[in-house]
């Protein structure tokens, strides 16, 4: 927003930034004067929006990060409910990436992050799914509007193109499960138990040997 006004002494501009404006011109207008105040607003709401963007980019696969997460999280667990279509999470870790990471080094380590990263757009429904790095060697997929069948079938997909790859001893164990918004309590709880949940779920599949998915419903 650029305010046009006819007052221009300090605390008027004072007030017209605090009300929310990034700048202001006096009449009587230059268009000069105009053009180049639009021009440098639209520069700076781009800016702004490749800084937002890059906030919730993972700067190594260059897939969503935790921040992106947690916000379409919240968001698409409250669409679910809100439009009662089912609505699947699963965690994805990397088994023996520390001992794959010391073995060829970290240049390495972080190419078989972008290579899972891949793996997961692949797999995953275009405009429909979405795929987050946590950090470290954990990932995640939302799944909208997918059952646990489909769910399940992306998430095979997932494990056996990954495996295919052939990154030494690495595989992955995945945990997926049904998000389902309980209102009896409180909103930040709820999906706190739905992480912790699909957490558990990935931590059984690697007490159960590794290289394979867990479904909690």
Known sequence: ?????????????????????????????DQAELEAKLARAIRERRMMRELERLSKQDSVTGIL???????????????AYRQNYPLMLAIIDIDNFKEYNDQFGHQEGDNVLRHLAE??????????????????????????QATINQGTEIVQRILLSFIERNFGSTSLSIGL?????????????????????????????????????????
Request: hydrophobic share 40%; charged share 35%; with cysteine.
């Open 1 to 29: 927003v650029i305010v046009s006004t006819g007052y221009h002494e300090k605390a008027s501009y004072a007030a017209v930034i605090k009300a929310g404006a990034i700048d202001f011109i006096k009449k009587p207008i």
């Open 65 to 79: 990060n935790r921040r992106a997460f947690d916000e379409h999280f919240s968001i698409e667990v409250e669409r």
């Open 119 to 144: 793996i997961m757009k692949e797999c995953t429904r275009e405009s429909v799914d979405m795929c987050f790095r946590l950090g470290g060697d954990e990932f995640a997929v939302l799944l909208p």
């Open 177 to 217: 499960i049904s998000c389902k918004r309980n209102k009896k309590i409180a909103k930040d709880i709820d999906e706190k138990a739905m992480k912790e949940r699909a957490d558990q779920a990935m931590y059984d599949a690697k007490k159960g040997g590794k290289n394979c998915v867990i479904t909690r419903i």
